[in-house]
Nanobody
Framework: VQLQASGGGLVQAGGSLRLSCAAS????????MGWFRQTTGKEREFVARITWSGSSTSYAESVKGGFTISRDNAKNTVYLQMNTLKPEDTAVYYCAASTSAAFRDPSRYDYWGQGTQVTVSS
């Protein structure tokens, strides 16, 4: 599976962005998909994940209520809708694919996209 993330950019605090992650490969619909983020000098941080069917989602406490993860298996795409953005949301955001139930652990993901920069100005 190859992943291509897009949709990042510069936005003011309180604004919104929608990230997309397009996947190639026939088995996309069987993977758990996750979003992580990373800032310079820090470890990659779990943001959200969605099961292969889309029936279950999980979020980091810091983004609950503001971010929504979704997927369209017909389009081989997973999305991260980010609302009410804060300066502390500034990071490079990565999408990833996993077959593991340990979805908060980045080492359990098999495939990664290249990352897209999100910058939130105050």
């Amino acid at each position: 599976v190859q992943l291509q993330a897009s949709g990042g950019g510069l936005v003011q605090a309180g604004g919104s962005l929608r990230l997309s992650c397009a996947a190639s490969g026939r088995s996309f619909s069987t993977y758990i998909m996750g979003w992580f983020r990373q800032t310079t000098g820090k470890e990659r941080e779990f943001v959200a994940r969605i099961t292969w069917s889309g029936s279950s989602t999980s979020y980091a406490e810091s983004v609950k209520g503001g971010f929504t993860i979704s997927r369209d298996n017909a389009k081989n795409t997973v999305y991260l809708q980010m609302n009410t953005l804060k300066p502390e949301d500034t990071a490079v955001y990565y999408c990833a694919a996993s077959t593991s139930a340990a979805f908060r652990d980045p080492s359990r993901y098999d495939y990664w996209g290249q990352g897209t920069q999100v910058t939130v100005s105050s």
